[in-house]
T-cell receptor, first 114, second 113 residues
């Protein structure tokens, strides 16, 4: 079984400032890692994913994440946020083999202030 | 190419009733997964259907059931509704049960009163 911990439930940040949203996971098997974004009253949109290879993954909207196997972390970063980045962000894992059932964290609310 | 569509977008049901939620998968996708997202929480996996067969289930009671049709659209049925079933229900489609590209619909907001 897998579990995901998102360490911050809310992250307030000013526009154009950098941001990091933290994610730690636990699993007894190898996993694939994902970050999703959810805007109000909408479904989930994939930001980026780590399957294998380079531990630095670049996604849409200027976001990137770094996989750290020794620390079992997959933190999401953006060097300069915009008001439009205000949303809920979810980290998720799925087993590296077999059926893909995503296990999500509880989410981090990113609130970008002018 | 159409995306994943869910219907209805909102509905209100009374405790004890039954509800059916619908999902049309993205064109070409043969796998549908359902998730429940309670307020303020991350989505939780309910079950997955692959080529009309249930292909894995999360920690949900049997009163949560589903179907997948030959056109790969899907239904989620919940019997004997409880207040705690109030949530956003999300459908995700993908091509193949091992795909890492799941596309989510906008969800159905179910309120049980």
């Amino acid at each position: 079984a897998q579990s995901v911990t998102q360490l911050d439930s809310q992250v307030p940040v000013f526009e154009e400032a950098p941001v990091e949203l933290r994610c730690n996971y636990s699993s007894s098997v190898s996993v694939y890692l994902f970050w999703y974004v959810q805007y109000p009253n909408q479904g989930l949109q994939l930001l980026l994913k780590y399957l294998s290879g380079s531990t630095l993954v670049k996604g849409i909207n200027g976001f990137e994440a770094e996989f750290n196997k020794s620390q079992t972390s997959f933190h999401l970063r953006k060097p300069s946020v915009h008001i439009s980045d205000t949303a809920e962000y979810f980290c998720a894992v799925t087993p590296g083999a077999g059926r893909r059932a995503l296990t999500f964290g509880s989410g981090t609310r990113l609130q970008v202030q002018p | 190419e159409t995306g994943v569509t869910q219907s209805p977008t909102h509905l209100i049901k009374t405790r004890g009733q039954q509800v059916t939620l619908r999902c049309s998968s993205q064109s070409g996708h043969n796998t549908v997964s359902w998730y429940q997202q309670a307020l303020g929480q991350g989505p939780q996996f309910i079950f997955q259907y692959y080529r009309e067969e249930e292909n894995g289930r999360g920690n949900f009671p049997p009163r949560f059931s589903g179907l997948q049709f030959p056109n790969y659209s899907s239904e989620l049925n919940v019997n004997a509704l409880e207040l705690d079933d109030s949530a956003l229900y999300l459908c995700a489609s993908s091509f193949g049960q091992e795909s890492t590209e799941a596309f989510f619909g906008q969800g159905t907001r179910l309120t049980v009163v």
